[in-house]
Structures are given as C-alpha cells and as structure tokens.
C-alpha cells in the first residue's frame, strides 16, 4: 500500500508568478480607472462649456451684427429725408433764379422758413460765380470767399448737385458738410449752398442706445467721411473698408473691423446704401462693449467650475491613493493566502509520506501478519485523507465521495475477489476534522465484512450507501450477505472500541443490525 512521495502535485507547488501574475500587472487598475474617469469627465464638462462659450460668442455677436443693421437702417432713412429735402430745397431754388442777384428777400424768406423742417441745425448761402458770398446771403459757416473749395470747383466744371467731405465751421471750428446746388443752365451764375451740422449724426446716435465706444457715419460713395458721431477732428478716407471692396455690390450688411482706421477700436459694423444720393451710412457697436457681458458669465462659470474641478481631481486622486492601499493590501492578503495554501499542501503530504514510513517500519516489525495487515489498513485510511486534502483546493471541507471511493478500491485490492462490492455514493462534505474518523470507520467495517463475512469462502456482496438525510446530517450504510454475527455478543477485537470512539469523536451515531447491516449518521459540513 505504500505510495511514492514525489507525485506532481506533492512534490512541487507551481510558482506564484509567472504569465498569470503578468496578466494581473497588464490590467488596468482600479485606481487609474478612478483617475482616469474623473480626468474625462472634467475634461467632457470643458469641452461642452468651451462648445457653449463658442456658441454663446457667435450668438453674441450675431445679435451685435443685428443691432448695428437696424440702427444703419434708422439712421439711413433719416438721412435720407434729410438729404432728400436739403437737395429738393436747393433744386427749387436753381429752378427759380439763375444767378444769386435775381433772389428776392421774400425769396430768401421763404428758403429759411423752408430749412426749419430739415431735422437738421442748417444753414444757406448764395455764392456768385467767382465763389463771393452773395450780399448778406452766405452763410457764416463758411469763408467770404469759396472759389477754392472742392464743391465750387465741381459745380463750376458744369455739374449740377455736389456734397463736400466733412469740413470745420468757419466760425465755431465745429464738423459741418455742405449740400451744394449750381445755378444756371448754360452759364454758370453761382451756387446755392446748405451747410449742415456735423451734429446731425449725434441725433441719429442717441435714440439708438448702441452703448460705449459706437458710432453713426455719413461716408460718400468715394469714400469720404462727410459727418461722424462721436466727431473727428478732420475727414477721413474710408475707401479701403468692405462696403467699397468685398461688399460693393451690396445695399446693406455687416461686417468685424478688428482695428478702425479712425480710431483703432475694434467694432462690429453695419451699413445701408443709399444710391439715388451717393451716401453710405455707417453705424457700429465695440466688440469689447458687446462681449463685455459674455467675457463676465464666462470667467464667473471658470470661477465656479475651477474649484469644483480640482475638487473632483483631489478627490479622485484620493480615492485612488485608497484603492491602491487596498490593492496593496489585497495583494498582500493574496500572497500570504497563497504562502499558506503551499504550507497546508506541504504540511499534508509530509503527513502523509510519514504515515507511509511509519507503514513500512511496521512492515519491518515481528509482530503478527494479520496484526500488521489491520494496521497498514487504518495506516491508509489516514494517509489516503491527507493525500485527498493536500490534491483539494479546499482545505476547510473534505467531499468524501472520491476519498471514500478510493479508500474502498485499496481496501477491495487485498481481498477475496469472489466478493463484490456495490458503492452508492452521494458527493457530500464534511468538516476536514471529520474526514479521517469517517475514512477509519469505512476501513474498519468493510475489512471486518471481507474478513469475517465470508470466511467460509463464499461469494457475496457488499453494498455500501452513503447519502443526505433531511436534517443536515449523512449516512453511511454497509450491509453485507454474509454469516453475520450477533452484535449483542462483546467482540474479542479493539474494531468495535474503535468504532464507537471514532463516532463519538465525529458526534454521531452508529449501530449493528443483525450482525450484516452497519449504520452510521453523522454531521456534514456547514
């Protein structure tokens, strides 16, 4: 019955590293998950505030473009009235004389009485055709003589209506610009001339409630400032913007101007056209003015999300900084489970190869065959637990089933082959503590059934049963059909004795019956 020692799973534990442990060390970590997760989501809640403050800048600035168009389009359809009367009132004047000498004062009476329904403060003057002002007829915003003034030289060459870029008053020093009208079809008698307030676009201005830094313009189709609120010392040449470029073609639209050429602010500008009088008006809100709310809700956002962020990162990194404890700690654990694991197996099968050693020196011993064949049973039967235990995972239980099994086949190895023996067996667990008092019990029994039993010489069978009963508790059963014996008579043996100290020692119950029949209850594990 003696074994070898050095089978595969006895003689050597595998390592704990190897490929399994380098699976282990690729995986990623609960901790960098944590961390990684909350890096994504900081950066996912960023991206769709940056994606709304992208938005929210064009929707802005949409809104700017709107607001400079409508106040372009208001400002436009004043200037037109304004113009257009200025112009029809210097036509009804070059209709009626054609030379400033033949105007009567009733007829300067009534062109003054006409200029108080421009929306404008106006003025007019009557130039001879050497550019003299005309008796008391020219206008004080004007120097006596005009004959250099590009509008003059204009009307003079043969045409008809011209507008002067913006000019300062003779007087005040304050913008004007100046509506002129020539007089006289086939000699030139002189000119008719409006002059305007440069203040004019400031009352296109107020009402429109553009905000800081905006502006109104009155700009000729060359490009020449004419009028412009708030007001510039000199004119100024705009030709180079987009109306007059990328956007001639248009009646009205918008457009960014990163720097004015004027001023150097940047502002969101509109225009409209107006064709049939040769003007442009112009009118534009800053972009810093405009921007100023969005900038604000976003840095007050950034304010509140910044520490909510960090708070998030913190957290994360502590969290992680307590999941790799853990795994350090798991780690460990694992370790010393696994150290353990190869102690319990060592330990089982020294206990094991000793029980065998301790089987052959009784081999060795001059005693009694028979003694000693009893003996390296019950030597088995202990050896076979530990063997079974140190091959299991599980070293809290013991499922009996196999271990029983293969007691019973060394058991049959000796014994009379014209026996059979019948095993039913249910894969039920006990206590480890409890496997080898139940392997002892088997021994005892089945040896006795083969010595005893048959000893006549006889074939017969043994049958052998083991179950659940209902209570949480096995049976184990051999019954044989042997010759029996009377189990109220004391046997001359220690095989009884054993048994009944085995049973008490698993807390069960076992008895006789007819002398063919063994039954054994006890606990199963919990």
């Not at 705009?238 to 009646?251: E, G, V, Y």
């Not at 064949?373 to 039967?381: E, G, H, W």
């Not at 086949?409 to 000796?414: E, K, S």
């Not at 009944?500 to 006789?512: D, I, P």
């Given at each position: 019955?003696?074994?070898?020692g050095?089978?595969?799973r006895?003689?050597?534990?595998?390592?704990?590293?190897?490929?399994?442990?380098?699976?282990?060390?690729?995986?990623?970590?609960?901790?960098?998950t944590?961390?990684?997760?909350?890096?994504?989501?900081?950066?996912?809640?960023f991206?769709?505030?940056?994606?709304?403050?992208?938005?929210?800048?064009?929707?802005?600035?949409?809104?700017?473009?709107?607001?400079?168009?409508a106040?372009?389009d208001i400002?436009?359809?004043?200037?037109?009235?304004?113009l257009?009367?200025?112009?029809?009132?210097?036509?009804?004047?070059?209709?009626?004389?054609?030379?400033?000498?033949?105007?009567?004062?009733?007829?300067?009476?009534?062109?003054?009485?006409?200029?108080?329904?421009?929306?404008a403060?106006?003025?007019?003057?009557?130039?001879?055709a050497?550019?003299n002002?005309w008796?008391?007829?020219?206008?004080p915003?004007?120097?006596?003589?005009?004959?250099?003034?590009?509008?003059?030289?204009?009307?003079?060459a043969?045409?008809?209506?011209?507008?002067?870029?913006?000019?300062?008053d003779?007087?005040?020093?304050?913008?004007?610009?100046?509506?002129?009208?020539?007089l006289?079809?086939?000699?030139?008698?002189?000119?008719?001339v409006?002059?305007?307030?440069?203040?004019?676009?400031?009352?296109?201005?107020?009402p429109?409630?553009?905000?800081?830094?905006?502006?109104?313009?009155?700009?000729?189709?060359?490009?020449?400032?004419?009028?412009?609120?708030?007001?510039?010392p000199?004119?100024?040449?705009l030709?180079?913007?987009?109306?007059?470029?990328?956007q001639?073609?248009?009646?009205?639209?918008?457009?960014?101007?990163?720097?004015?050429?004027?001023?150097?602010?940047?502002?969101?500008?509109?225009?409209?056209?107006?064709?049939?009088?040769?003007?442009i008006i112009?009118?534009?809100?800053?972009?810093?003015?405009?921007?100023?709310?969005?900038?604000?809700?976003i840095?007050?956002?950034?304010?509140?999300?910044?520490?909510?962020?960090?708070?998030?990162?913190?957290?994360?990194?502590?969290?992680?900084?307590?999941?790799?404890?853990?795994?350090?700690?798991?780690?460990?654990?694992e370790?010393?489970?696994?150290?353990?694991?190869?102690?319990?197996r060592?330990?089982?099968?020294r206990?094991?190869?000793?029980?065998q050693?301790?089987?052959?020196?009784l081999?060795?011993q001059?005693?009694?065959?028979?003694?000693?064949?009893d003996?390296n049973?019950?030597?088995?039967?202990?050896?076979?637990?530990?063997?079974?235990?140190?091959?299991?995972?599980?070293?809290?239980?013991v499922?009996?089933?196999?271990?029983?099994?293969?007691?019973?086949?060394?058991?049959?190895?000796?014994a009379?082959?014209?026996?059979?023996?019948?095993?039913?067996f249910e894969d039920?667990s006990?206590?480890?503590d409890?496997?080898?008092?139940?392997?002892?019990?088997?021994n005892?029994?089945?040896s006795?059934?083969?010595?005893?039993?048959f000893?006549?010489g006889?074939?017969?069978?043994i049958?052998?049963?083991?179950?659940?009963?209902?209570?949480g508790?096995?049976q184990?059963?051999?019954?044989?059909?042997?010759v029996?014996?009377?189990?109220?008579?004391?046997?001359?043996?220690?095989?009884?004795?054993l048994?009944?100290?085995?049973?008490?020692q698993?807390?069960?119950e076992?008895?006789?019956?007819?002398?063919?029949l063994?039954?054994?209850?006890?606990?199963?594990?919990?």
């Amino acid at each position: 019955m003696s074994h070898s020692g050095g089978d595969a799973r006895g003689g050597a534990v595998p390592p704990l590293g190897g490929p399994a442990r380098a699976a282990v060390r690729l995986r990623w970590s609960p901790a960098n998950t944590v961390i990684a997760l909350a890096a994504l989501l900081i950066v996912v809640v960023f991206a769709i505030f940056a994606f709304l403050c992208v938005q929210g800048y064009h929707g802005t600035v949409q809104q700017a473009q709107a607001k400079a168009q409508a106040a372009a389009d208001i400002s436009a359809e004043e200037t037109g009235w304004m113009l257009g009367g200025g112009q029809a009132l210097l036509a009804e004047i070059a209709a009626l004389t054609q030379n400033p000498i033949d105007i009567t004062d009733d007829n300067l009476a009534a062109f003054n009485a006409g200029l108080k329904s421009l929306p404008a403060a106006t003025s007019l003057g009557l130039y001879d055709a050497t550019g003299n002002a005309w008796g008391d007829a020219g206008t004080p915003s004007l120097p006596e003589n005009i004959a250099d003034a590009d509008f003059f030289k204009a009307l003079e060459a043969g045409g008809q209506r011209a507008m002067s870029r913006q000019l300062a008053d003779a007087t005040t020093g304050k913008p004007i610009f100046v509506l002129a009208q020539r007089l006289g079809t086939d000699a030139f008698g002189g000119i008719a001339v409006l002059t305007i307030s440069g203040d004019v676009t400031r009352d296109f201005w107020q009402p429109q409630s553009l905000g800081a830094e905006s502006t109104t313009s009155i700009v000729r189709d060359d490009g020449w400032l004419m009028a412009r609120y708030p007001a510039l010392p000199a004119a100024a040449n705009l030709s180079r913007q987009p109306p007059f470029t990328d956007q001639k073609a248009n009646a009205s639209g918008t457009y960014m101007s990163a720097s004015s050429p004027v001023d150097g602010v940047a502002r969101v500008v509109a225009f409209r056209r107006l064709p049939a009088l040769g003007v442009i008006i112009f009118a534009s809100v800053s972009r810093d003015a405009v921007l100023a709310g969005l900038w604000n809700s976003i840095f007050t956002v950034l304010w509140l999300m910044l520490p909510i962020a960090l708070a998030l990162l913190a957290g994360s990194l502590i969290t992680a900084r307590i999941l790799r404890q853990s795994e350090r700690t798991r780690a460990s654990l694992e370790a010393a489970v696994a150290h353990n694991d190869v102690l319990f197996r060592e330990i089982h099968h020294r206990v094991k190869n000793n029980l065998q050693s301790v089987a052959s020196l009784l081999q060795m011993q001059p005693i009694p065959r028979e003694i000693k064949a009893d003996m390296n049973q019950r030597i088995a039967a202990m050896s076979a637990v530990h063997e079974h235990i140190y091959r299991s995972s599980d070293f809290a239980t013991v499922g009996v089933k196999d271990y029983l099994e293969r007691l019973v086949a060394n058991i049959r190895a000796g014994a009379d082959p014209r026996v059979e023996v019948v095993e039913q067996f249910e894969d039920l667990s006990v206590d480890k503590d409890a496997a080898t008092p139940l392997g002892l019990i088997l021994n005892e029994v089945v040896s006795n059934a083969f010595k005893h039993a048959f000893s006549d010489g006889r074939a017969g069978v043994i049958t052998i049963t083991l179950f659940r009963q209902g209570d949480g508790r096995g049976q184990l059963s051999v019954e044989d059909n042997g010759v029996g014996f009377d189990p109220t008579v004391p046997g001359k043996g220690i095989g009884r004795r054993l048994i009944a100290a085995l049973t008490q020692q698993l807390n069960g119950e076992s008895w006789f019956e007819s002398g063919s029949l063994f039954t054994l209850v006890f606990p199963l594990a919990k």
